[in-house]
């Protein structure tokens, strides 16, 4: 393509690009349809496939022709042409490019092994509550963090700022630390008031026997009453909720029934119809290029965290939909709305982050982010870990695990090698009540409408102010532009003691 | 790979035919998305993605690559090292590999484009029922057809044979000819008997309402009653029942459920499912290359209309569910299984071939295959067909379509080019009867066995004989080893009479 224009590399970009997405939605479509529903004995022919499939996507990622694209078009002449997509598609690519070339093969081949064989003996160590297990893979692992943090980060950067940018670009542990010190002291101050205030809203009544066929159309209704598009999505069963994108029209989400615990299937389906907004709500000029998703993991949690608890477990939401609930579930008919609003906001310190309230879930992941810090830093040995994740429980939650099971061994995300994973869900919550903050400063009336039955309004806000955008722009300039400032944890420290000080008569 | 040895080169070739096997099955899971609820939205996206990856297969199976496999294989100090099954992948792939070779690609395109575009424009003149919509793109397909016909076929054989074998190797005109007017004339004669009884079963107890959940659970009953592995497949509603393959421990079929008629799931599950039984029993060392799917279009067709009419229209087959048939519908306590019977196997001349029963579906086979032989032989004018179509249906069934919807425009098939396959249904009928024939033979009891709802006899018969060899063995072969001879079209004839004499006090 020597004496081509402009105009023709870009093209000839997009092409590849867009055959590129077709072989991620391939891949995207048979992980779906492994976790929901595809035969049992089929499932070892599939993972081969999506193998394949995967490599090619990683070929075309980081192969010789992108190395072509890349270089045109970031020569200074080409690049002064582009229009800004392109260009923001161009820094994405090659992001993608550098973070994986930077590894030796050998050694990412050894990443993959190892990862998929830890997975399988963290679950084996969790069923058996015995960290032991687990202790030798996830050092190795720890290990390869640390080596890999070597390949991407600059010289002088921690190691460990190295993995948040992973998942959250520009973050760093200064700001973390920064964010999560003032936010542990507030979080432990109201929940010390809220277990001595001595109410405890009474979850019973959630916990009768609710029919599954009535909550799949309970949950597809309020899919639609946040604003989710059935005909560019769907909604399946799953013993672990999920998300997924096929393509820029096809935002799918799963969701997980208990018949005998309404909230289960109920926030569960919100908060993945949070994540699937986001998506839904992404400029179609993006379509079929990598910037067609949530610009972070965190401001992709703000979403769902947003839905599921700032709007979902909000009394305004429920107003309208509350008798409609009593009937399809008589036996919530003695329930008042407050009662349930209540019961659906308690707050108790607990051992396992994923049944975690929305006050104490903060605390989990900074236990978390703590731990993996300091492991990453070498701080601190895996065989330490057991016991300084009890002493931590203890000082901010109160409570001690009585095994590994419910303790140190409860999340998969380590035998993964996903450090620097876990701050995004808290970063999820701080963005969300900055951005909850900002929409009613913008629109005052903002709960009045969702008290009506129209979420129009909430919904356009973060399709205007967030969504639209995809990768386009960068977590930080999102919030900038839509707040007037950077994060900032004060919003969600007073967005709990607003919501929670009624609750509990604080 | 100049000095590698015969074990390397085959071990290589396996490699690449597995990942071919990867594209196809993302393909094939992407196609049966889009039929079982892929939303409305994603459905342009999505198709480009099949496109993308479609194209993938093709070049895996038409490329230098594949061309040198092929061409060090067949070198005969190479060949003479192969096993059987290895020499029969290589013979399969290049038979692909010829067939799709041999067209310019300009002409594929032109192809590809004419019936895409001819089938939205069947769609409209079907709903409009005016032919004359249709006309100009089918005589466009018609002269491709002849014109691929010509690249395919070796000089003096009639361009009507080479397309008959793609979908059933080795079948000829002649050999279609000698089967079909002998039983075209013993069905006619067959059918005036069945008519002139004056018996017409009552098939309104079988359009009452049933709930759709019902119908559900008794199909997924059925499906295992009849052998089908469930762990390695499932079974999902659609409006257009089919089975697809995603992989060789994957072989899924789709019903369509009428809440006013109890048959449209009930056959066309056992349907799909005789095409499932196919796909799951063959060889396991078959997996991942070209062989791993039924031998032809028309072994295919035998082995879904030997399990929905052989089997599933038998009085045998229900004699141990009916009972709890009755309990899960009430509303056929009063019918009778003798009447449940002959309800399910009413003959009837009708214009629509998806609705014909058993004894006339042939007909409308013959019908089929003598016009679109004539029109690829040139000795008939596209603007001939709507009549010549209604004086054949008045001649072989007595009817004549009110209008073309209900005549010539009423299949989809030759809008896809799909020239030479309709003889594959009746085909299967025939292979049917006469492996049904050979079964009996072998294994006298087998219909005891079926009326004690053990269907572990036929189903293992069916495996031993057909199933396991997957292209490994051509029809001939298969049908040559099971029954002892060639095609014989007086089996079906036998079976007819045997089993509608007493429906019908012939």
């Known amino acids: ?16 690009l867009n055959e590129m997405d077709h072989y991620r939605e391939a891949v995207a479509l048979m992980e779906w349809d492994l976790r929901t529903g595809a035969p049992r004995k089929g499932v070892a022919l599939r993972s081969e496939a999506i193998g ?5 996507v990683f070929r075309r990622q980081t192969g010789p022709q992108m190395a072509e694209f890349l270089d045109r078009l970031e020569e200074p002449s080409t690049w002064a042409e582009l229009d800004p997509v392109t260009q923001a598609v161009v820094v994405e690519c090659r992001r993608e490019f550098e973070r994986n070339r930077r590894i030796p093969a050998e050694r990412k081949r050894a990443f993959v092994t190892l990862t998929a064989e830890a997975e399988t003996v963290w679950a084996e160590a969790k069923e058996q509550s015995e960290f032991a297990l687990f202790a030798p893979y996830l050092e190795r692992i720890v290990q390869l963090e640390r080596e890999f943090a070597g390949y991407w980060g600059d010289s002088g950067r921690r190691p460990y700022d190295t993995l948040l940018d992973l998942y959250e670009p520009g973050l760093t542990t200064d700001v973390v630390d920064a964010l999560f010190a003032p936010l542990r002291e507030e979080t432990v101050r109201l929940l010390g008031e809220i277990v001595s205030s001595g109410i405890r809203p009474d979850v019973s009544p959630l916990c009768q026997t609710f029919d599954i066929e009535r909550q799949r159309a309970l949950n597809a209704r309020l899919l639609r009453h946040i604003g989710y598009d059935f005909e560019a999505g769907r909604m399946d069963p799953t013993v672990h909720p999920f998300q997924t994108t096929i393509n820029r029209y096809d935002a799918r989400i799963t969701t997980m029934f208990v018949e005998d615990d309404l909230r289960a299937s109920v926030f569960s389906t919100i908060h993945e119809g949070g994540h699937a907004l986001y998506e839904q709500g992404i400029h179609p000029d993006l379509t079929g290029t990598p910037l067609a998703t949530g610009t972070s993991m965190g401001m992709h949690e703000s979403q769902s965290r947003f839905f599921e608890n700032m709007i979902g477990r909000s009394q305004a939401f429920w107003v309208p939909l509350y008798a409609d609930l009593q009937r399809a579930f008589p036996q919530l008919k003695g329930l008042a709305l407050d009662a349930f609003h209540a019961a659906v906001n308690c707050v108790e310190p607990s051992l396992i982050r994923i049944d975690a309230d929305e006050v104490t879930y903060n605390l989990h992941i900074m236990l978390r982010y703590e731990l993996e810090k300091a492991l990453i830093e070498g701080e601190l040995e895996v065989a330490d870990l057991p016991g300084i994740w009890r002493e931590k429980m203890e000082s901010y939650l109160g409570i001690s695990p009585p095994d590994d099971a419910h303790g140190v061994l409860q999340d998969v995300h380590w035998s993964g090698g996903l450090f620097g994973y876990f701050p995004s869900y808290a970063l999820g919550n701080l963005y969300a009540a900055q951005l909850r903050h900002a929409l009613l400063r913008d629109v005052p009336s903002a ?5 009506s039955g129209n979420l129009a309004p909430v919904l ?15 977590p930080r300039e999102i919030l900038r532009q839509a707040t007037g400032e950077d994060l900032n944890g004060q919003y969600l420290v007073d967005y709990f003691w607003e919501k929670f000080t009624p609750i509990y008569h604080l």
Chains 1, 2 share one sequence.
């Open 52 to 56: 394949t499939l995967s490599d090619e």
């Open 1 to 16: 393509m020597g004496g081509t224009s402009t105009a023709d590399w870009v093209r000839a970009f997009r092409s590849y």
């Open 447 to 451: 709960m009045d409408e969702v008290a």
């Open 460 to 474: 356009g806000w973060m399709r205007e102010h967030v969504h639209q955008y995809g990768k386009l722009r960068t």
